[in-house]
């Protein structure tokens, strides 16, 4: 049985860089100008014994990232992301921003940009990755966009590839991504599909870094299933990020046994590095919280809490890493009691995480936590969302805990950002791309 409260992953024998700050001050106030010159050479020494420490992690931190992207095939270079603004409207005390911009030569996405009406300076902004089936119109994606919005927080929520305004047709909850053979082509290429799903959500933090009004050096990736799977590969590879949600997903071996899109990649990793080797490479510039239902039988799929017991083990070690960093306590799990497969992401747990480590504007941590809440459940039917029968259990969907903001879902057609008769070219679907990349 796992624990039901937040859990730190365990560092032992954790000497902060504030605890090194507190003994120095203290001791100075006592010394004569003597003794100041002794902890300048102090100072010096333990400078000095800690980036010893550390530099060759960042070696080995920066050798292992380019092994993975280059296993991922996550390409050398960028073109233009060529941003083209497709309009926005105003709902409920937030603009949606449509726009489309280029991935790579050949493959366009379209993406909403939420954020509040009223700005105070840069805002902080979250990048979303998606789960199987979900894409920028889900409930659970659209619920958790005009939350963080109304939070002070820009989010970018572009369709997957293979998904919505990027399926042939339109299709929403398609996995054209599961297709037979899709996987095998993109190896062929040498381009594997989870390298395109973390090369698109990078070439989100570009476009983000391409306005004034975000916060450069706040920026978070969010995802949930197959996102929360692709929210860590981003955190790992992109230093940019400062912030990761990683929920639904587990850092641990019973990862290979999935879906090509994830077990390929976790596969060939493997071969690469250990699962703690994995989750250090977002030390210290992203802080990781890995948040997961305690009876999520979709990743511990045999219900004995290895997935979560390896998982801990790998965050535990990773823990050691930031804190030799000073970054203790930025990699942390937490368990829903009783929990399912469930969007997490949207959760307080998730808020507060937000809050310590992007910012909240607007909002303290105590408005957060006295938030009322909601049942996802009750809410999807008040509004007649249909749910994957799959999910629609209290076990998992149904039973999600949300914060209560007043939010209405928005429509499908309300967020479409293409014209009619844009949708099934191919620089916007994973046909097009497949087609491109092919060798
Ligand atoms: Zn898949």
Redesign the pocket.
């Known amino acids: 049985m796992m624990s039901l409260v937040m859990m730190p992953a365990e560092v032992k024998n954790d000497r902060s860089h504030i605890g090194w700050i507190g003994e120095t001050s203290a001791i100075g106030l006592r010394c004569r100008a003597g003794c100041v010159v002794g902890l300048l050479v102090l100072c010096w020494v333990v400078t000095t014994a800690c980036s010893q420490v550390k530099q060759p992690i960042v070696v080995k931190q920066e050798q292992l990232r380019v092994k993975l992207r280059q296993m991922l095939g996550i390409p050398s270079s960028r073109c233009d992301l060529l941003p083209e603004s497709r309009g926005q409207y105003e709902k409920d005390g937030i603009i949606i921003e449509k726009w489309v911009w280029t991935a790579e030569p050949g493959s366009r996405v379209p993406a909403l940009l939420y954020r509040p009406v009223h700005l105070d300076g840069p805002m902080p902004a979250i990048i979303f990755t998606y789960g ?1 089936g979900d894409s920028k119109s889900s409930w659970s994606y659209n619920y958790a966009a005009q939350m963080f919005a109304k939070l002070g927080i820009a989010t970018l929520a572009m369709d997957p590839i293979g998904e919505e305004e990027r399926n042939l047709k339109g299709g929403m909850a398609t ?1 054209a ?2 297709v037979k053979g899709v996987s095998e082509r993109c190896d062929a290429a040498g381009r594997l ?1 989870m390298g395109k799903f973390v090369f698109d959500a990078m070439r989100g933090v570009d476009f983000l870094l391409t306005r004034s009004d975000i916060a450069k050096d706040r920026i978070g990736v969010v995802g949930n299933s ?1 996102g929360g799977a692709t929210a860590g590969w981003v955190a790992a590879l992109d230093t940019r990020l400062r912030m990761a949600l990683v929920t639904g997903w587990a850092y641990d071996d019973i990862m290979i046994q999935t ?4 077990s390929w990649p976790n596969e060939r990793m493997r071969k690469l590095c250990t699962w703690a080797e994995y989750a250090t490479l977002s030390a210290p510039h992203c802080a990781v919280l890995l948040i997961n239902g305690e009876n999520d039988v979709v990743v511990d799929r045999d219900g004995t809490g290895a997935a979560w017991r390896g998982t801990q083990a790998a965050v535990s070690e990773a823990a050691k890493v930031y804190a030799a960093f000073g970054a203790s306590g930025k990699i942390k799990m937490w368990f829903e009691p009783g929990g399912g497969h469930r969007p997490y992401f949207a959760s307080k747990i998730a808020l507060e995480w937000i809050h310590q480590n992007l910012g909240t504007p607007g909002w303290t941590i105590e408005g957060i936590r006295q938030l009322p809440t909601l049942n996802a459940g009750k809410w999807c039917d008040a509004h007649s969302i249909p749910l994957e029968k799959h999910y629609a259990t209290p076990l998992h969907w149904r039973g999600t805990t949300l914060p209560d903001l007043g939010i209405c879902p928005q429509l499908c057609a309300e967020l479409a950002i293409l014209q009619s008769d844009e949708l099934g070219k191919p620089e916007f679907t994973l046909e097009g791309w497949l087609d491109r990349i092919k060798r």
Do not use: V
């Open positions: 199987h996995r991504h599961d599909i197959l879906k090509p899109c994830t």
